[in-house]
């Protein structure tokens, strides 16, 4: 009796810990078929779908790699949403460059392969759904932190372009700066040179002088 209670809260934790996965999958499918983003989408078997987009060139097969239900973090609990699900994806076959070429759009749909659940609604809600609740002030006890830090993360990928930018342009500058340095030492280098040539050619000159008037003073004395 004393190892038969942990071992079913064990049972009873897994079941509704797989419950959760389910239910998560579910919502997910639902708002693939629901997303303005989604021409078509249909499951063609266990962890395979049919999907095409309204505006990603992209037409085949998206394989779900892996998905997860988590806690999610709930600052001084003033959030209604407790947990958080995410599906790994693969769009086969597409284009290696897709990503890159269409960031902006393709982010726009990536971003609904993570839900939020609302505890208070039993419902779980796209990314959307989410932002658009807190920003309104629902899905929150006490504070209203979250719109701001929605708003960072989604525009975070163009900040960090930004940055790398302007590091960018500072290496060119620091780099034109330290060719036109070297070449001003090279320049100052070459002078020396000149005025060190023309120093030993005063200084044989003036070696000539003096014995030119030296031979003038000894034939003086004759």
């Not at 934790?13 to 997303?35: C, G, H, P, Y």
């Not at 060139?57 to 988590?70: I, M, N, Q, R, T």
């Not at 419902?123 to 609740?133: L, T």
């Amino acid at each position: 009796m004393k190892h038969t209670l942990p071992f079913i809260l064990f049972l009873l934790t897994s079941v509704v810990f797989a419950d959760d996965r389910q239910d998560f999958l579910k919502a997910w499918e639902s708002v693939q078929k629901n997303s303005s983003e989604v021409r078509d989408f249909s499951s063609i078997k266990d962890n395979y779908y049919h999907i095409k987009f309204k505006n990603l060139p992209f037409e085949g097969k998206l394989h779900v790699l892996a998905y997860d239900v988590e806690d999610m973090p709930n600052p001084m609990d003033s959030l209604t949403y407790s947990k958080m699900g995410y599906v790994e994806y693969e769009l086969v076959g597409a284009p290696a460059d897709m990503r890159s070429k269409y960031a902006r759009t393709f982010q726009k749909w990536a971003k609904n392969n993570t839900l939020y659940f609302d505890e208070k609604r039993s419902k779980w809600d796209s990314y959307e759904e989410f932002s658009q609740q807190l920003m309104n002030g629902n899905g929150m006890d006490k504070v209203a932190l979250y719109p701001s830090l929605l708003t960072f993360f989604d525009y975070w990928d163009y900040l960090l372009i930004v940055i790398l930018i302007y590091f960018f342009f500072s290496q060119i500058v620091n780099s034109k700066r330290a060719k036109d340095s070297v070449a001003m030492q090279k320049k100052a280098l070459e002078d020396m040179e000149r005025n060190k040539v023309w120093m030993q050619q005063s200084i044989e000159m003036q070696k000539q002088n003096n014995q030119l008037l030296a031979d003038i003073l000894e034939a003086m004395k004759k």
